[in-house]
């Protein structure tokens, strides 16, 4: 922002003119220009989407700045999606780097150290259970999911009616539909916002495989059923038979449980589809009744991979 420049106002007067005293004149005292301001950190980060900075330095800042933010209260909606999906990214890309994952950890606050190597790790880990990429996208809708607010108590009602800790709920929510962006029948045949198997939601689902509310206490009856009380792992490996899964699962858990307000940036995280063309973001809006040409999508939004 620029200095503000000082305006004077010369005022006129409808009086008769009268031929002042002369006087001796006022010495000329130049202002010191004003210092600039501050950076603004209440302002937007970023718009979406935006190239994720090189330098370690400046990840390392942008990681703190996006942590104190993210578990800000009076930061709501579009801004919280926006940081969430900047935060998802950095992950995403240190993730592939490892050196400069460890730079950037190194210029981090201590504190901030088991958030960072959980999500690090979350986010690893729920990459390798894709174990194929495909040439073509997805027959999906991707959709706005419900507010934070309004998932967050759904998850602690279904984690205290089963027994089962919320942020688990959260978590497996977060690996399998990105909070419920994804609407759409997987490769495996499940459903849902939770991504139950028909058989499955039979035998253990009330209501709507589709209803957030349904599918997340259902959720929560299947892990208690699996044994969840006695091997959470183990109830969680019921759920998708990956070690890869589970840890995935118990990473991102980890860090809302030592922290609620972090649920915040996990819920702005986004849908990325890994193609054989590369990971393509498959924004709000995306809809497709069959199986879609990545060109065909690459053509209308400006956030793919070079091709």
């Known amino acids: 922002m ?13 009086n008769p003119v009268r031929t002042a005293p ?32 090189a330098d370690a330095g400046a990840l390392s800042g942008l990681l703190t700045q996006l942590e ?28 592939k780097d490892e050196t400069k994952a460890a730079a950037v950890r190194a210029g981090l606050p201590e504190s901030l150290h088991a958030t960072f190597d959980a999500n690090m790790s979350g986010t690893a880990r729920s990459s390798h259970t894709v174990t194929r990429r495909r ?8 959709i706005a999911p419900p507010e934070p607010e309004v998932l967050i108590e759904l998850y602690r009602a279904a984690g205290e ?16 539909t990105r909070m419920g962006r994804i609407r759409g029948t997987s490769h495996a045949g499940a459903q849902g916002p939770m991504q139950f198997m028909p058989a499955t939601w039979a035998a253990y689902g009330e209501g709507d495989i589709n209803d957030f509310g349904d599918a997340i206490r259902g959720a929560g009856r299947y892990l208690s059923q699996m044994g969840a009380s006695r091997d ?4 969680i490996w019921h759920y998708n038979h990956s070690e890869d899964y589970i ?21 702005g995280w986004q849908v990325y589809y890994q193609t054989t063309a590369g990971d393509i973001w498959l924004a709000k809006g995306y809809s497709a009744t069959e199986r879609r040409a990545i060109d065909d999508y690459c053509g209308t939004v400006d956030h793919c991979p070079p091709q």
């Open 2 to 14: 620029r200095p503000y420049l000082a305006i004077l106002l010369l005022s006129s007067c409808s």
């Open 22 to 53: 002369e006087v001796a004149p006022e010495p000329v005292v130049i202002a010191e220009p004003a210092p600039e301001p501050e950076p603004d950190t209440e302002a937007p980060l970023a718009e979406m989407p935006i190239e994720v900075p």
């Open 68 to 95: 104190s933010t993210l578990r800000d209260p009076e930061k709501t909606g579009e801004a919280i999606e926006s940081y969430g999906h900047l935060q998802q990214r950095i992950y995403r890309v240190l993730s």
């Open 135 to 142: 040439s073509d996208l997805p027959d999906w809708d991707i």
């Open 161 to 176: 009616e089963f027994d089962v800790p919320w942020t688990v709920l959260a978590a497996i929510h977060l690996v399998e």
């Open 232 to 235: 959470l792992d183990k109830s």
């Open 247 to 267: 840890r995935a699962v118990r990473a991102f858990a980890s860090v809302m449980d030592e922290d609620p307000m972090a649920y915040r940036g996990y819920w």
